[in-house]
């Protein structure tokens, strides 16, 4: 089975805080990729980063970066000094690769205050 | 470019009415994926056709629920008969390849639908 757990359901923080969103997730597949997104109030869905399941490589992109386990299976997501357009939806999303579709986490609404 | 477009953006129905949801897809893109997201959840897989064939439609949550691409481009969501567990938002999706080349779906900007 798939799945995906994101265990805030919000987060509040004040602007240039550093904020960490985690994700932990299932699978039996041994080939995936792992995904956050973001959902701005204006409802699509925006591609932030992609993980292979081959590659624990824990990278930095401007502000974001992430850190993948897959010891823990977790694939957690930060951004640094965070700024009040951060303010959205962020969800974690598994794709195994031998199946057909994303699994999505039920999503964590970050409220970035000024 | 553009990106993906869906009409209506906000639909309400009456309960039993029929509703049809467009989806134009990013140009070029094989891949089109429906999902349904409900209020504070995350998207949840309804169907997938890689160009005009549908390839895993495991997600429709019953038989009132049929999609289509015919010239695998634009793709047309319907559902039959809406009952008010069908409200959500219905978003698309599209891919530049395959599936299992794990690229990155984007997304259009989701179809709320409403049913009293």
């Known amino acids: 089975a798939q799945k995906v757990t994101q265990a805030q359901t919000e987060i509040s923080v004040v602007e240039k805080e550093d904020v960490t969103l985690d994700c932990v997730y299932e699978?039996?597949?041994?080939?995936?990729?792992l995904f956050w997104y973001k959902q701005p109030p204006s409802g699509e869905l925006v591609f932030l980063i992609r993980?292979?399941?081959?590659?624990?490589q824990n990278e930095i992109s401007g502000r974001y970066s992430w850190n993948f386990q897959k010891s823990t299976s977790s694939f957690n997501f930060t951004i640094t000094a965070s700024q009040v357009v951060d303010s959205a939806v962020y969800f974690c999303?598994?794709?195994?690769?031998?199946?057909?579709?994303?699994?999505f986490g039920p999503g964590t609404r970050l409220s970035v205050l000024p | 470019g553009a990106g993906v477009s869906q009409s209506p953006r906000y639909k309400v129905a009456k309960r039993g009415q029929d509703v049809a949801l467009r989806c134009d897809p990013i140009?070029?893109?094989?891949?089109l994926f429906w999902y349904q997201q409900a209020l504070g959840q995350g998207p949840e897989f309804l169907t997938y056709?890689?160009?005009?064939?549908?390839?895993?439609k495991s997600g429709l949550p019953s038989d009132r629920f049929f999609a289509e691409r015919p010239e695998g481009s634009v793709s047309t969501l319907k559902i039959q008969r809406t009952q008010q567990e069908d409200s959500a938002v219905y978003l698309c999706?599209?891919?530049?390849?395959?599936?299992?080349?794990?690229?990155?779906?984007?997304f259009g900007p989701g179809t709320r639908l409403t049913v009293t």
């Open positions: 999706a599209s891919s530049l390849a395959g599936t299992s080349s794990g690229y990155e779906q984007y």
């Open positions: 056709f890689q160009n005009e064939a549908q390839l895993d």
């Open positions: 993980r292979n399941s081959f590659d624990e």
């Open positions: 999303a598994l794709f195994p690769v031998y199946g057909q579709n994303f699994v």
């Open positions: 699978t039996r597949d041994t080939t995936y990729y």
């Open positions: 140009s070029g893109h094989v891949s």
